[in-house]
């Protein structure tokens, strides 16, 4: 079938006019979805092309969008084992994987490339115009212990990935890569072992070789085999593979709400951390002689149980003799066998926490403890079976430089601060090992944490998130 010819005259217009309306509608479409997909995320759902390539400036207002970061700190308080208030996340199960995948799209949806190691370590990555330079780093951890409530680790992940945003929709450009992490299992919950991720990040070998070949939890699952569960450690038995070198970033920060109450007594909005304590972990066992609790006479009794007692008390003592307030010493598990009313304990096993700024006055107090285990096991004729430090680190100072920065960015920010230390746990502390590290503290509700009444302010933490973002701005201009 033969179509009639255009005349060359005409021809020509026609082409250049259909063209155009072609491009017209097709944007028209494009922009129209995508404004739907950013509208239903609260983000761009990739970066504006800009013909000046952003601003390598200091951006000059920030603006944070508390109310949909709120909202994703709820929605990921959904992903939980146990009913709200409380949150339930344990490392690998199927809530923890639900959780990671909402994080992995909302680095997505803010334009982040993504990537995870061998254990689940998450990074999101904002490219700098130099991308060469080592990155600056920020994040957190979002496990959560039994029965626990849903900012802990949480701001410092989600208020992460707002304060690149914030950065973004001020059009800052940023030199050095700008990295959040989320960090596998901060919580020694399932497999004993606190900072796990950020551990094996800071290259313990020691570490690496006892998840393949040790690790169990309390159902006897291995490590492996509750990683391979969840996606992870899929034909690799390396685990050096998730070992950073130091310098692979020129700074980490890490934002987190306080876990004690000295920022809302005080009404500061920001805490700049100093120093993260030496902690330290004991496991101990004492077996004596069981017996029926009516029938075996007082004088005659090797009484594991209350050798387990009476070391609880003397934890307390040495931490109070060390006349320091930043001493602490804790027993958090303490369990009798065969754990019946009417039965004497036969055995005991207790775990104790202690920690310390101040390494070589806690391990003083380490040893005290020791010989106090000794010395009550001879009195109570039981046995000492086991006196074991699980881990013993040092503590960690924070950068002076990353301080400095911190303190001018709070105060440009007419922010009230304050110079603190930490005493819990971080993975800051391990980072602090291959980066210079820096930690923000923002106000909690009368310090709660570990608990479902665990509550952070909406203002806190934006307070919290412009004192983050402006401070990665500073530090990838470095």
């Not at 109450?261 to 004596?288: C, M, N, Q, R």
């Amino acid at each position: 079938m033969a179509y009639p010819r255009l005349a060359p005259s005409s021809s020509l217009p026609f082409l250049l006019l259909s063209l155009i309306c072609s491009l017209v509608s097709a944007q028209a479409y494009e922009d129209a979805t995508i404004k739907t997909m950013e509208d239903f995320s609260g983000y761009p759902l990739h970066e504006r092309n800009d013909p000046f390539g952003g601003s390598s400036s200091l951006p000059t207002s920030l603006s944070v969008d508390g109310d949909s970061l709120q909202r994703q700190i709820d929605e990921l308080s959904t992903f939980s084992d146990t009913p709200a208030p409380s949150v339930t996340r344990i490392l690998y199960s199927d809530k923890d994987v639900l959780a990671r995948r909402y994080i992995k799209n909302l680095m997505g949806l803010s334009g982040l490339s993504v990537r995870e190691d061998a254990v689940g370590n998450i990074f999101g990555r904002w490219d700098g115009y130099e991308p060469g330079l080592p990155a600056v780093a920020t994040g957190s951890h979002i496990d959560a212990i039994p029965y626990s409530g849903k900012y802990d680790g949480v701001v410092g992940v989600l208020g992460a990935i707002e304060a690149l945003n914030v950065l973004k929709r001020s059009g800052f450009r940023p030199k050095r890569s700008l990295e959040v992490i989320l960090f596998t299992s901060e919580e020694p919950t399932r497999f004993g072992i606190s900072c796990l991720g950020s551990r094996l990040l800071a290259g313990s070998k020691v570490l690496a070789e006892a998840l393949k070949k040790t690790t169990v939890d309390g159902q006897n699952i291995s490590f492996v085999d509750a990683a391979r569960y969840a996606g992870y450690m899929k034909g690799e038995d390396d685990l050096s593979n998730v070992f950073l070198n130091s310098g692979n970033y020129s700074a980490f920060l890490e934002l987190h709400i306080e876990q004690g109450p000295i920022l809302e007594a005080e009404g500061l909005s920001i805490g700049i951390v100093t120093a993260i304590a030496a902690p330290a972990s004991i496991k101990v066992d004492f077996e004596g002689n069981g017996g029926h609790a009516g029938a075996a006479l007082m004088p005659n009794r090797n009484d594991a149980g209350l050798a387990a007692a009476e070391l609880a008390l003397a934890v307390e003592k040495h931490v109070l003799d060390s006349g320091s307030i930043d001493t602490v010493g804790t027993v958090g598990i303490l369990e009798l066998h065969p754990g019946a009313i009417n039965s004497i304990p036969s055995k005991s096993h207790l775990e104790i926490d202690t920690r310390d700024i101040d390494e070589k006055r806690r391990n003083e107090v380490i040893e005290k403890i020791h010989q106090s285990a000794v010395a009550i096991a001879k009195k109570r004729s039981v046995s000492l079976t086991e006196f074991r430090i699980v881990n013993q680190d040092p503590p960690a100072l924070s950068d002076k430089s990353i301080v400095k920065a911190m303190e001018d960015t709070s105060k440009e920010l007419n922010l009230p601060h304050k110079l603190m230390i930490s005493r819990a746990y971080h993975d800051s502390l391990f980072m602090a090992r291959i980066s210079p590290m820096g930690m923000l503290f923002i106000p909690c509700f009368k310090g709660y944490s570990h608990k479902p009444e665990e509550y952070a302010a909406s203002q806190d933490i934006a307070n919290g998130v412009k004192v983050l973002a402006l401070t990665l701005a500073k530090l990838s201009l470095d």
